[in-house]
């Protein structure tokens, strides 16, 4: 914490988001290979996703060197989706593992929202955003063969003329965040019309939902998640309930939220979603 009370450019601040996010997607991803019994060999692909930080070569070429993966994997980094990027991320790798039937994908996440933390700006939008984000990283291993959870429909809605609600502003002394107060007011408005397309889309219906998984943006946007969906006041526990122990992660913490989910008993298909720059709507259903 001594750090941040020190002025730190932006080179400062890019070096520790590359040796700290490097850690936490080196620990995330041993142990997604562990549970399912693969070693780094077994990688065909590998999709990254990040927005708090910049690496050339990408994150995803730093994590080769360091757990061995093969030197034809196929790398694809993932930069600007914000808290979207989870999602996103799981559509981007069950979308090459079907391209590749029988490969194996992994899907590595990170973010330091906590370098956004800037001395120099006192600013509302600031302050409330440190206050509210954490750190985290989270790996899956996706491919067609095998048991497991599957990613049964994948999309994403952007709305026209919100490029202003979420994003970063590149500033001298690190990322400063965009982050307007007006993110209730579009779940509330126009998140419910994507949805219902998105299910529409897929021949389904919000009745054949038994789980909805969201991004917990903050406590105002669960609020207005809970009036939308259809479900019981509270019915967003897990999302609560991440967004308590670790904060809003961007884009890792729907894969929180997730992996609570896929340990509870009594639900068939669930629908994760999650909003990010753009201002954009993702969503996937995962079927068990």
């Given at each position: 914490?001594?750090?941040?009370?020190?002025?730190?450019?932006?080179?400062?601040?890019?070096?520790?988001?590359?040796?700290?996010?490097?850690?936490?997607?080196?620990?995330?991803?041993?142990?997604?290979?562990?549970?399912?019994?693969?070693?780094?060999?077994?990688?065909?692909?590998?999709?990254?996703?990040?927005?708090?930080?910049?690496?050339?070569?990408?994150?995803?070429?730093?994590?080769?060197?360091?757990?061995?993966?093969?030197?034809?994997?196929?790398?694809?980094?993932?930069?600007?989706?914000?808290?979207?990027?989870?999602?996103?991320?799981l559509a981007r790798?069950?979308?090459?593992?079907?391209?590749?039937?029988?490969?194996?994908?992994?899907?590595?996440?990170?973010?330091?929202?906590?370098?956004?933390?800037?001395?120099?700006?006192?600013?509302?939008?600031?302050?409330?955003?440190?206050?509210?984000?954490?750190?985290?990283?989270?790996?899956?291993?996706?491919?067609?063969?095998?048991?497991?959870?599957?990613?049964?429909?994948?999309?994403?809605?952007?709305?026209?003329?919100?490029?202003?609600?979420?994003?970063?502003?590149?500033?001298?002394?690190?990322?400063?965040?965009?982050?307007?107060?007006?993110?209730?007011?579009?779940?509330?408005?126009?998140?419910?019309?994507?949805?219902?397309?998105?299910?529409?889309?897929?021949?389904?219906?919000?009745?054949?939902?038994?789980?909805?998984?969201?991004?917990?943006?903050?406590?105002?946007?669960?609020?207005?998640?809970?009036?939308?969906?259809?479900?019981?006041?509270?019915?967003?526990?897990?999302?609560?309930?991440?967004?308590?122990?670790?904060?809003?992660?961007?884009?890792?913490?729907?894969?929180?939220?997730?992996?609570?989910?896929?340990?509870?008993?009594?639900?068939?298909?669930?629908?994760?979603?999650?909003?990010?720059?753009?201002?954009?709507?993702?969503?996937?259903?995962?079927?068990?």
């Amino acid at each position: 914490m001594s750090a941040y009370l020190e002025p730190m450019g932006f080179g400062r601040r890019n070096a520790l988001f590359l040796q700290t996010a490097l850690d936490l997607l080196e620990d995330a991803t041993r142990r997604a290979l562990a549970t399912v019994g693969l070693e780094p060999e077994a990688i065909d692909g590998v999709i990254t996703v990040c927005s708090t930080g910049i690496a050339t070569p990408s994150l995803d070429a730093h994590l080769a060197e360091r757990i061995g993966l093969r030197e034809d994997v196929i790398r694809t980094p993932l930069f600007g989706l914000g808290c979207a990027g989870g999602v996103l991320g799981l559509a981007r790798a069950a979308d090459l593992a079907r391209a590749r039937p029988g490969s194996s994908v992994l899907l590595a996440v990170v973010e330091l929202c906590s370098l956004a933390l800037r001395w120099s700006d006192a600013s509302v939008p600031n302050l409330v955003a440190c206050a509210l984000f954490g750190d985290g990283g989270a790996a899956a291993i996706l491919s067609t063969e095998g048991e497991g959870p599957r990613i049964a429909a994948t999309g994403e809605t952007r709305f026209p003329g919100t490029l202003q609600v979420m994003g970063w502003r590149i500033e001298d002394d690190g990322l400063g965040v965009l982050f307007s107060p007006s993110v209730p007011e579009i779940v509330r408005h126009r998140l419910g019309r994507a949805l219902s397309a998105f299910l529409t889309r897929h021949g389904l219906t919000e009745c054949e939902v038994d789980r909805w998984l969201c991004h917990p943006g903050g406590a105002k946007v669960l609020a207005a998640l809970e009036q939308l969906l259809p479900q019981p006041a509270g019915g967003l526990e897990h999302a609560r309930a991440v967004l308590a122990e670790f904060g809003n992660m961007s884009a890792p913490t729907v894969l929180f939220v997730l992996d609570r989910a896929l340990v509870e008993p009594g639900w068939q298909r669930a629908v994760l979603t999650a909003l990010g720059p753009g201002f954009t709507a993702a969503f996937a259903v995962v079927e068990r």
